[in-house]
C-alpha cells in the first residue's frame, strides 16, 4: 500500500504564502488535496492527474496551485494570498497504480488575520 506523508504546514499571516508537499512511497495516479476545518466536514481543494489535468475548488482558484513531480511521486499545493478562512488541516489523498485509495495523516494551516 503506498503511503503519504505531508509536509510544509505552519502559521502564516494573512495574504502570505505556504507551499505543502505530499510525498508518495510509491506511484499514483491521481492525487488530490482536501481540508477539514474545526467543525466542518473534509472539502475538496484541487486535484490533478498524472497527466497534469487539474481541478480546483472555486473558493480556492487564481490563489491555489496543485502540482506533481512523478519522477519523484511527490504532490505539491502552492498557497497563495492566503485568508484565514483557508485555515485548516489538510489532507493529501491519491490513488495508485493498484487500484488503492490512501489518506495522508494531515498538516495544519493556520492563517492569521
Known amino acids: 500500500q503506498v503511503q503519504l506523508v505531508e509536509s510544509g504546514g505552519g502559521l502564516v499571516q494573512a495574504g502570505g504564502s505556504l507551499r505543502l508537499s505530499c510525498a508518495a512511497s510509491g506511484s499514483i495516479l491521481r492525487l488530490g488535496w482536501y481540508r477539514q476545518a474545526p467543525g466542518k466536514q473534509r472539502e475538496l481543494v484541487a486535484t490533478?492527474?498524472?497527466?497534469?489535468?487539474?481541478n480546483y475548488a472555486d473558493s480556492v482558484k487564481g490563489r491555489f496551485t496543485i502540482s506533481r513531480d512523478n519522477a519523484k511521486n511527490t504532490g505539491y499545493l502552492q498557497m497563495n494570498s492566503l485568508k484565514p478562512e483557508d485555515t485548516a488541516v489538510y489532507y493529501c489523498n491519491a490513488d495508485s497504480v493498484y487500484g488503492a485509495n490512501t489518506w495522508g495523516q494531515g498538516t495544519q494551516v493556520t492563517v492569521s488575520s
Open positions: 490533478i492527474t498524472r497527466g497534469g489535468s487539474t
